[in-house]
């Protein structure tokens, strides 16, 4: 993880009406850092790790990804899209395709692989995840964590070197947020950089590099997980810690 | 003992009985039986039977001009709906002042004005049938457009999101996530029009096309006999308009298997 900048963000701001959703935020990822942002609703996390990937659009300042102005003509913008895999909260698969349709028609569309190409892709990758036997369903026959680690491997397909998690776990059940931190755990150990916007600390303590703790559209305070949860050095992160934590 | 048991066999199957009555689709068994008898006391009568003969000939046009306008209307449809969320400012705003003017304008008007002004400048004013067709898909064409918007604007934006989150362009996430969605979606509101079209296809009559309504005029005039030709003619449409229906209906149900 002591590679080269692959995410770099340099005074990114970003309005919504009056709110100032993000406040000149920089902040740079590692090649292979597993990086990741907390802070209270409303603090501009999930707004800034959507800027990564031009899902929002910055009033001023610039990103760059591997090498890329993000910010820029059009032009790029997919080829920068498919270095970089997202999860969404809700998951966002195709309810009309199948699982392995899911994974695959990226896979055809965008990299120009064959179809037996990216059905082989898909079954590596759902052996992976841990449920090859779900390949012909579709996502609606899926439980909230198999429908979220079809959505990690239909990301993983487009091999990208990026992967951002927008509040992966949060709209799971309890018992199955494990299953889906597993798969990002194994992720993490593999060297794949991440971005991660979640709370889970057990994910943080096992996995994260680094932590970032937003709020009010800047970012307050970083270090490593350790160094954030054992000695939070502002008033801010203290609160919010001791919310989180109870 | 035992006769308790009796009992609430008894009931239990009662109660089934009533509930298969409550699927039994009423309506049609009325309609059904309605329109049999009708039938019946009509080729019983041969004035209704004259009329009748006469007329299928109309049916054959309406059908065919419905058809064919329906799905020249689909593609206009399809095309300005996209026009409309598009985010390309001149293509949205052709799409827009389509869109409005023609669903502000009566569709006869468009009619007339399609056989008696575009007609003749295209030199097709021999073919009424053309200048009908022309008429109806462009006036429908504009209803399918807000069809098709309103399906698309239904799609969760996460769909699109993820979609462009792969790398595909807008045009792909459009062709193989908003839109297989968006159609599923706004299928039953496209198969009413279609039945709305049908019988606005009798506007056409005014274009001396001799479809259903205008061999029904033709009829009348001839056998004075005002009554039963108009039974006659309504019998038919309601016969077409029932059988889309049910279409639409099944098209509903299939389209509705396996969606969240």
């Known amino acids: 993880m002591d590679g080269d900048e692959i995410i770099t963000i340099e005074h990114v701001s970003k309005q919504y009406g009056k709110l100032r959703a993000l406040d000149d935020v920089s902040l740079g990822v590692r090649r292979g850092e597993v990086m990741m942002i907390i802070g209270p609703s409303g603090s501009g996390k999930s707004t800034l790790l959507r800027c990564i990937n031009h899902l929002e659009v910055p009033d001023s300042g610039h990103v760059v990804v591997d090498g890329v102005e993000v910010n820029e003509e059009r032009g790029n913008i997919n080829a920068v899209r498919a270095e970089v895999g997202m999860v969404f909260q809700r998951f966002e698969l195709f309810p009309h395709l199948s699982v392995l349709d899911n994974i695959c028609l990226a896979q055809q569309q965008v990299r120009q692989r064959s179809r037996r190409e990216s059905e082989a892709v898909a079954k590596d990758l759902l052996d992976k995840v841990g449920i090859p036997e779900k390949i012909t369903a579709y996502p609606a026959q899926l439980s909230g964590g198999q429908q979220q680690r079809v959505a990690i491997a239909r990301a993983l397909a487009m091999q990208p070197k990026v992967m951002l998690f927008d509040e992966p776990t949060s709209a799971l059940d309890p018992e199955m947020i494990k299953e889906v931190l597993d798969v990002m755990v194994d992720l993490a150990a593999e060297g794949m950089t991440m971005v991660v916007v979640s709370h889970e600390m057990g994910f943080a303590r096992n996995a994260a590099h680094r932590v970032v703790f937003m709020a009010d559209g800047k970012i307050v305070e970083q270090g490593p997980p350790e160094d954030l949860f054992g000695a939070p050095q502002h008033e801010r992160t203290k609160l919010f810690l001791s919310r989180i934590l109870h | 003992m035992a006769g308790t048991r009796s009992d609430v066999q008894l009931t239990r199957r009662r109660m089934a009985w009533s509930r298969h009555l409550d699927t039994v689709p009423w309506w049609l068994v009325i309609v059904l039986a309605a329109g049999a008898l009708v039938l019946f006391s009509m080729l019983s009568n041969e004035r209704y039977v004259n009329a009748l003969s006469y007329l299928i000939r109309g049916v054959r046009l309406t059908v065919f001009i419905s058809v064919v306008s329906y799905l020249v209307a689909l593609v206009l449809g399809l095309i300005a709906g996209l026009g409309r969320v598009s985010r390309n400012k001149l293509i949205n705003t052709i799409a827009t002042l389509y869109v409005e003017v023609v669903r502000g304008v009566p569709l006869l008007v468009i009619i007339i004005y399609a056989h008696y002004v575009v007609a003749p400048f295209l030199g097709t004013n021999r073919q009424p049938v053309f200048s009908g067709i022309m008429a109806l898909s462009f006036g429908y064409g ?94 038919l449409y309601l016969t077409l308009t029932l059988i889309l229906s049910l279409g639409v209906r099944y098209l509903e149900r299939i389209s509705s298997v396996g969606r969240r």
């Open chain 2, 142 to 235: 504009a209803y399918l457009a807000e069809v098709f918007r309103a399906g698309i604007e239904s799609i969760e934006r996460g769909q699109g999101e993820a979609a462009r989150s792969l790398g595909m362009s807008y045009r792909q996430s459009m062709r193989y996530i908003i839109l297989p969605q968006a159609i599923r979606r706004v299928l039953p509101p496209l198969g009413n029009d279609f039945v709305a079209m049908l019988k606005d296809s009798s506007l056409v009559s005014a274009i001396a096309i001799s479809e259903l309504t205008k061999l029904g005029q033709i009829e009348a005039a001839r056998t004075f006999d005002t009554f039963r030709t108009y039974n006659a003619v309504a019998f």
